[in-house]
């Protein structure tokens, strides 16, 4: 899996300035072996400026038919693409660097034309901005919002099922979760409020909750430190929040799936305050969810979970990152029955240095779940390959010195079948993409 060397790009500012969804390494001679998850020392790609990676997203950008990779990193401001070559190379590709502190990224078709745009959350520039792909290189940005005051989480989604891609934001400092509805060309209406009740929304999800046909809104409020659920009763309307019980203190990420297999959304969250990683049971496909069950307690200032069969035995696992100096593992529970009943976490890295991000993707197309990483304090996005049953082969470093990678996400950027990765940073205000060159 190889990527190119870095594709710069003229680009468009606003005139306000602004441009428009888990970094871990090993040393050298580090190796983890744990219930047959094996991990080799880390192979460094390319040595790259974008300090403090942050979030990654995957995709087909060239449209190649492989996944490349758009990392976020905030402390530099960059945002970025990495193109996936042969041989375990990338290249990196960027997009912007001035994008106003990004701290997360998500693709989607925003447009219409049967590619991947790339969304943007400008968490200082309090605005929510979005990249025409353009076969692999990327219009100027164009705002969505400059209305979301420290956006920190978006979702794409159909929340009004009109048939396009809406975007769901939330924000930090004004505690708003919000939509806003797409008509289909990129064009974006108004900002609509779900709730700004609860303090301090760090983390966002959307799915069919009720089981109604239309896609809900889940949020971790960690300063608030409530779990909450927002019905969508339909066009986009939304009713009034429902708690989720939780003993946990400051949640910051959420993933939804079905853990226990009997066909209803389950909710996972990761708990930064308290050090846990628990879930909850959609207890009768409704809604009502059961009382938190925590899966790990040692997990030191959780700041991503994700879900995934990592394993390959048709189940759900979990993935998790931890953002803490001293304890900066990357962790995956295995799901051991299908039925929500998880067994002792297996580590995958202790030496990722700030994990803000993990991101489990089928990187080379083999059918195996492997694990991308995004670490915030050592300014990494590394690749583990799994070769089958969660045997991970020799870590692949995508990219290192990202300062403040606050992103990063795969998508076809160039149209050449295959997914290539997008990276931005927030320090340097960099957007940057990474041409997937042998899918």
């Not at 909850?280 to 009382?291: E, I, L, M, R, W």
């Amino acid at each position: 899996m190889q990527f190119s060397q870095r594709h710069p790009r003229a680009r468009t500012r606003r005139a306000d300035g602004l441009t428009i969804r888990r970094s871990c390494f090993e040393s050298l001679d580090s190796r983890c072996m744990l219930a047959g998850v094996t991990f080799g020392p880390q192979q460094i790609v390319d040595d790259l400026d974008a300090d403090g990676a942050n979030r990654v997203a995957v995709g087909d950008l060239d449209g190649d038919g492989d996944l490349d990779a758009v990392v976020v990193s905030y402390r530099d401001n960059r945002v970025s693409w990495y193109e996936q070559q042969a041989g375990d190379q990338y290249s990196r590709h960027p997009i912007d660097e001035n994008a106003g502190e990004p701290r997360d990224v998500v693709l989607a078709d925003i447009d219409g034309d049967q590619d991947l745009d790339i969304v943007v959350a400008a968490y200082f520039d309090d605005s929510v901005i979005w990249y025409e792909n353009q076969q692999g290189s990327f219009a100027a940005p164009r705002t969505i919002t400059p209305q979301a005051n420290g956006v920190r989480s978006l979702a794409a989604i159909d929340l009004d099922q009109d048939g396009d891609i809406d975007i769901v934001s939330a924000s930090w400092f004004d505690h708003k979760v919000a939509w806003y509805a797409n008509d289909g060309q990129g064009n974006f209406g108004n900002q609509i409020v779900i709730s700004s009740s609860f303090t301090g929304p760090r983390g966002v999800q959307v799915g069919d909750v009720n089981a109604d046909g239309k896609p809900d809104v889940v949020v971790a409020a960690k300063t608030a430190n409530k779990l909450v659920w927002f019905p969508n009763v339909g066009g986009g309307n939304f009713s009034s929040g429902h708690e989720i019980s939780a003993a946990g203190k400051g949640p910051e990420s959420i993933a939804l799936g079905d853990l226990d297999g009997d066909g209803d959304l389950d909710l996972v969250a990761g708990f930064g305050t308290d050090t846990t990683v628990s879930w909850f049971v959609n207890s009768d496909g409704q809604g009502n969810f059961g009382p938190q069950q925590d899966v790990s307690t040692g997990a030191d200032q959780v700041r991503s979970v994700a879900l995934a069969d990592i394993d390959g035995d048709d189940d759900l696992d979990i993935l998790s990152g931890s953002y803490n100096y001293l304890d900066s593992s990357v962790v995956w529970h295995p799901n051991t029955d299908g039925q929500g009943t998880f067994g002792a976490g297996q580590i995958i890295s202790r030496d990722a240095v700030g994990v803000n991000h993990v991101l489990p993707t089928d990187m080379n197309g083999d059918g195996h779940v492997d694990v991308i990483t995004a670490s915030v304090l050592s300014s990494r996005v590394s690749l583990f390959l799994n070769g089958g049953q969660a045997a991970f082969g020799t870590p692949v470093e995508i990219l290192s010195d990202a300062s403040g990678t606050a992103s990063t996400s795969l998508a076809d950027v160039d149209g050449d079948g295959d997914e290539d990765l997008v990276v931005a940073s927030y320090w340097d205000n960099k957007i940057t993409w990474y041409e997937n060159l042998d899918g």
